[in-house]
């Protein structure tokens, strides 16, 4: 069978192109596409080929093209590998580490039930299990202040994730006055900038002397300087955000080993694989404590889709990816679908 695909080809070129699909195989479930999301950051560095993201060869002089993109996304199961006996055809269904393909083949352990949850929301759950787990990792108390810094993808889906948490006040940070905008919509209690040379005077008046949580997004030096000038003592900051290079200079003394600030890895990975315990949780348990927290009318994810397009325009979208850093929250309608 030929499917549709997105396929980087080179870099900074994107294509819509077909391949073989085969059966599933043996514990594998084939999903038709409703939805899939563009994760910004990670599919702007595959797209123009940055070392940190998707080599599979580290000794390599450029990055190994083609390269796919896309692993948050939901559809319509079409068939069942063997084994698989617990899924219908035809039930509707959210998955992780996909690809924006038309219709994949993937492990049935990637497949969750969508009853009584949008296909749009569906494709955002893997995505927003990110800032989960490194929310969960800062073990962030009710009425606790939080900061965000860094309003891309993970950022802004930081700010209704913190709110349903109880987090109070969360302030969130980035120097475009746009995002900043988009902040205060999505959950925000306050946007600041972090060029602002009262930026962190005016964190930590709002905060009450300084932010509990932080969650630091970028992955740049900077925002990790900007984030912890903001923190209270004792106070706990998550790395999201991946870094892209290693230019970090850092008064560790002054503003971490000083203050007790604890600093937390919160890579995706870095997560037990069975048997959640508190803070840390596994991407089963947050991806099914998304969809009852959905269905249930206390969040609702989708709200922040800013445009929807169709595959047919891979070209235009990862062109705009590759040239706008303020990228908007986006998703691919596969059709074929209902609500």
């Not at 939901?74 to 992780?96: I, K, N, P, Y």
């Not at 099914?288 to 206390?298: F, M, P, Q, V, Y």
Request: net charge neutral.
């Amino acid at each position: 069978m030929k499917i549709r695909r997105i396929l980087f080809t080179e870099p900074f070129v994107a294509k819509l192109v077909e391949k073989e699909l085969p059966e599933p195989g043996y514990g594998q479930v084939q999903v038709r596409l409703a939805f899939s999301t563009v994760s910004s950051g990670t599919e702007r560095a595959k797209l123009t080929g940055s070392r940190s993201c998707g080599w599979t060869n580290p000794e390599a002089e450029t990055a190994i093209f083609p390269r796919e993109g896309g692993y948050s996304s939901s559809g319509v199961v079409t068939a069942l590998g063997e084994d698989v006996t617990d899924l219908q055809v035809g039930d509707r269904v959210a998955m992780f580490w996909t690809t924006h393909s038309e219709i994949v083949n993937i492990s049935r352990e990637n497949v969750y039930l969508l009853d009584g949850v949008s296909f749009e929301d569906g494709a955002l759950f893997h995505i927003a299990t990110f800032p989960l787990a490194a929310m969960r990792k800062c073990h962030l108390e009710l009425g606790e202040s939080a900061i965000v810094m860094g309003m891309g993808i993970l950022g802004l889906m930081s700010l209704p994730l913190l709110r349903a948490a109880g987090a109070c006040p969360i302030i969130a940070v980035d120097p475009d006055p746009t995002k900043r905008e988009k902040a205060l919509s999505h959950g925000a209690d306050y946007a600041l900038d972090p060029f602002d040379p009262l930026f962190a005077q005016k964190a930590k008046e709002l905060t009450g002397g300084g932010a509990k949580v932080g969650i630091e997004v970028t992955g740049i030096g900077k925002g990790l300087e900007g984030i912890l000038d903001c923190m209270a003592r004792g106070g706990r900051v998550a790395l999201l955000g991946c870094t892209r290079n290693a230019d970090f200079t850092i008064d560790y003394y002054r503003k971490v080993h000083g203050p007790g600030i604890t600093l937390i890895g919160a890579h995706t990975h870095a997560r037990p694989q069975q048997d959640s315990y508190s803070g840390w949780w596994t991407q089963k348990d947050d991806m099914e404590a998304l969809i009852r927290l959905t269905k249930s009318g206390r969040l609702r994810l989708s709200s922040m889709i800013e445009e929807t397009h169709s595959p047919e325009e891979t070209p235009a979208v990862y062109h705009r990816l590759a040239q706008d850093k303020t990228f908007p929250i986006v998703q691919f309608c596969w059709g074929n679908h209902k609500k």
